[in-house]
């Protein structure tokens, strides 16, 4: 069982800066690969970014690619999404998830999950 639980989000402006946490429970994180979703509301959850088990390779959707950076320490049991140049249309709640099978955007074969965290930009 992995427990994932973030932290991070709030309200900031346009063109601002957060940096969400999910710290995680369990002796068995660095064999998962991580990733962040969001959901806005009236959307279906989307992928945002993934990183690999050892934290070399990720991955991000066309959305985010190059505003925002996904990292993982794995000897604190978190994996990080750093949020730059934030944009009206990120206002979402972001959440962590943790999958075996690596480059998957279907949110539906990730294993676990945590409750989310609100990210709302301001215009």
């Known amino acids: 069982q992995v427990q994932l639980v973030e932290s991070g989000g709030g309200l900031v402006q346009a063109g601002g800066s957060l940096r969400l946490s999910c710290a995680t429970s369990?002796?068995?994180?660095?064999?998962?690969?991580m990733a962040w979703f969001r959901q806005a509301p009236g959307k279906e959850r989307e992928f945002v970014a993934a990183?690999?088990?050892?934290?070399?390779?990720?991955d991000y959707s066309a959305s985010v690619k190059g505003r925002f950076s996904i990292s993982r320490d794995n000897a604190k049991n978190t994996v990080y999404l750093q949020m730059n140049s934030l944009k009206p249309e990120d206002t979402a709640v972001y959440s962590c998830?943790?999958?075996?099978?690596?480059?998957?955007?279907?949110?539906?074969?990730?294993?676990?999950w945590g409750q989310g965290t609100q990210v709302t930009v301001s215009s």
């Open positions: 998830a943790a999958t075996g099978i690596w480059l998957i955007h279907r949110a539906d074969l990730y294993a676990y």
């Open positions: 990183v690999n088990w050892s934290g070399e390779s990720t």
């Open positions: 369990g002796r068995t994180f660095s064999s998962w690969h």
